[in-house]
């Protein structure tokens, strides 16, 4: 992952050697709870650990937030995250763990998902999407436009092993699930055209693809999307000063033009949560549809974005809840699809990426509304109920010291 991408971004990606996945590292723990109320810009404290076998993903999903708010991670104590943090805020580990504006995140990703299809060239296009159950993936449009035989969908299996956070500062193994295929044929979103593949229809970059059902029993392998965030959540917690970033996850192409053997996360800037302004730039975003994220510093250097590989990936926003027993409660919530790159920036290396990308909403009217007709409905916000069920499971998970 490094930046945003386009339909001739994903045509060079299809040109390019891709190294298929054997690990994936770094992601996210459902759900913590602690009786710090909800941090706020500036006031940086270290939350008391509330549950045992808890604390360092407790620890270190409280650092995601911090970095959600614009928050120093240099004031968490390192001997309570058991790495060490340089004195540019980032932690020092090693390179088997990817790690993008100094967040480490337990592997719980487990509906993030890995997207192989055949295009006729020596190597297999590669995307990304997000499981929306166990046998439906949400991604980008112009990730569903091969035949349905092409496919291999590959969900990352975590076990004990590499869920042990005592050797955080060790690179975290994961193995796949075998590679499932499809049942019927992809199904772009609406009015999205595949004879038009590679140029931007901004709105419609959405697709679904329907697995063959899986024989797994259902305590082992059960994916299940978080809850989709409202349209409107970007831009209202924009206007009042509680967003700076969001994060952006994906199996695609880093800042050194290679492709990773992990699951990579990164927190990028929002930078325009409507399309309100960007739709006027070659990128064509569109409004109230679309939203962009950009972290690009200067002209001759790239910041965290999506690239090669990330298309179809999920955007996340984390929010809380204050529970009626006084604990504040921090999840992830679903906001957005990668879509495309920014135009009107620079972009850098193979992948044109860097400057900046456009991501489709998923918590539109329409969206919601042809996911459920489609058999994939989701909730919205943090009252929902299947969330609080996945949030349980999740806790119950984790493993012993």
């Not at 650092?63 to 805020?89: C, F, H, N, V």
């Not at 967040?103 to 055949?118: A, G, K, N, Y």
Request: aromatic share 8%; net charge neutral.
């Amino acid at each position: 992952m490094h930046r945003g991408l386009t339909r001739r971004r994903e045509l060079r990606a299809m040109n390019s050697a891709l190294r298929l996945a054997a690990s994936v590292v770094a992601l996210l723990c459902l759900s913590f709870a602690t009786h710090a109320q909800e941090p706020k810009q500036g006031d940086i404290g270290y939350p008391k650990c509330e549950w045992a076998d808890g604390c360092d993903v407790f620890n270190l999903e409280y650092i995601l937030k911090l970095q959600q708010s614009g928050g120093d991670i240099r004031a968490i104590p390192t001997d309570k995250l058991r790495l060490e943090i340089g004195a540019d805020g980032r932690p020092k580990v090693d390179d088997g763990i990817r790690i993008d504006n100094g967040i480490l995140i337990p592997p719980l990703l487990d509906e993030v998902v890995r997207i192989e299809f055949d295009v006729g060239l020596s190597q297999p296009a590669l995307c990304t999407g997000v499981a929306l159950n166990r046998d439906i993936v949400l991604t980008a449009g112009h990730c569903t436009c091969a035949a349905q035989t092409a496919y291999r969908i590959r969900f990352p299996r975590y076990s004990k092993k590499n869920l042990n956070f005592n050797r955080a500062v060790e690179p975290l193994e994961s193995e796949f699930y075998d590679p499932r295929t499809l049942s019927r044929r992809p199904l772009p979103f609406f009015a999205f055209d595949c004879q038009r593949m590679m140029d931007p229809q901004p709105g419609h970059d959405l697709g679904l693809l329907f697995l063959e059902p899986s024989s797994l029993p259902l305590d082992e392998f059960n994916p299940v999307a978080p809850p989709a965030v409202s349209v409107f959540l970007p831009y209202e917690l924009s206007r009042k000063g509680e967003l700076r970033n969001l994060l952006i996850v994906g199996y695609g192409r880093r800042e050194d033009n290679s492709f990773p053997h992990n699951l990579i996360a990164a927190s990028t800037a929002v930078r325009d949560p409507f399309c309100l302004n960007d739709r006027f730039d070659p990128s064509r975003c569109a409004i109230f549809r679309e939203f962009s994220l950009a972290s690009l510093v200067t002209e001759t250097d790239p910041g965290a974005d999506t690239c090669d590989g990330d298309s179809g990936g999920p955007v996340y926003f984390i929010g809380s809840k204050l529970r009626p027993d006084g604990l504040t409660e921090f999840h992830r919530l679903l906001v957005g699809i990668t879509s495309r790159g920014l135009g009107g920036v620079p972009q850098f290396g193979l992948g044109y990426c860097g400057g900046g990308g456009i991501y489709t909403a998923v918590g539109h009217p329409d969206v919601l509304k042809w996911l459920a007709v489609n058999g994939a409905p989701l909730e919205l916000g943090l009252g929902a109920s299947r969330f609080a069920e996945k949030a349980f499971r999740e806790k119950s998970r984790l493993p012993s010291r």
